[in-house]
């Protein structure tokens, strides 16, 4: 009688030592569930890491200027103005002699320097530093027309008025023109280079502007051929010239004129950006 009993109770105290078994057991396959998403969502957050670190890598560099970084007009063959301009910045020519800058003293806030004494009453006679920033000169050309793998190429077929650019690498296998307003949108750090085979035009009244704190040092254009300003147009940018660089009445810059060739300007005005 009393086995009969006691067998009862033990099979229920077996049943009851099985369920807890599997309790724990699911307790645990689900700890090792969850650890497993957490190993997965780090993963995921490395991945994440390692992509932004790629991205940054890949950023677009500015191009060095060197010493023609020092100057707002930098010219190979002259500098002539059409009383009265502006310039604030230093402005200088070499090899050619200073005779070959036609510009009253009180139109430049900054020096003028020339290999010689010839030119302006203003001029500082600097032989060596101009030669040294005319090689930086055509050495940032150079850096400017060889960078590779461009994010844009021929956009709007050379035709970018209206347009605003994002940061990046412009290639133009053509002349360049700017028929209305354009908006170089980007932060401080950002970078742009246009690589411009042929001419860059920029019609009469027509604005380059910067917006989300874009700066102007920061804007490279290497241009092959002429470069031409309309009259009371703005501009924004260092522009390197193969050509000339040509500024017609009243037109503007924010940024630097650096010339293989000459410079002309028209009760023009011509900032260095800082």
Known sequence: MKLKIILPALALV???????????????????MNAS????????NDSSKKSDDTKKQ???KVVDLGVAGNFAILSKTGITSVYKSSITGDIGTSPITGAAMVIDCGEVTGNVYSVDAAGPACITTSASMLTTAISNMQTAYTDAAGRKTPDFVNLGAGNIGGKTLTPGLYKFTSSVVIPTDIALEGGPDD??????????????AVNVTLSGGAQAKNIFWQV???????????????????????????????????????????????????
Request: net charge negative; with cysteine; charged share 15%.
């Open 14 to 32: 077996f049943v009851g030592l099985m369920s807890s078994c599997e309790k724990n057991e699911l307790n645990d396959n689900s700890a090792d």
């Open 37 to 44: 998403l957490e190993n997965t969502a780090d993963l995921s």
């Open 58 to 60: 890949g950023t677009l």
């Open 191 to 204: 970078v742009w280079i246009f690589q411009v085979s042929g001419n860059l035009d920029m019609s009469s």
């Open 224 to 274: 092959a051929g002429a470069v031409t300003f309309g009259t009371t147009s703005h501009f924004e940018g260092n522009v390197l010239g193969m050509t000339g660089i040509n500024l017609r009445t009243g037109a503007s810059i924010n940024g630097r004129l650096l010339a293989q060739t000459a410079t002309t300007l028209q009760k023009s005005t011509v900032t260095q950006p800082q």
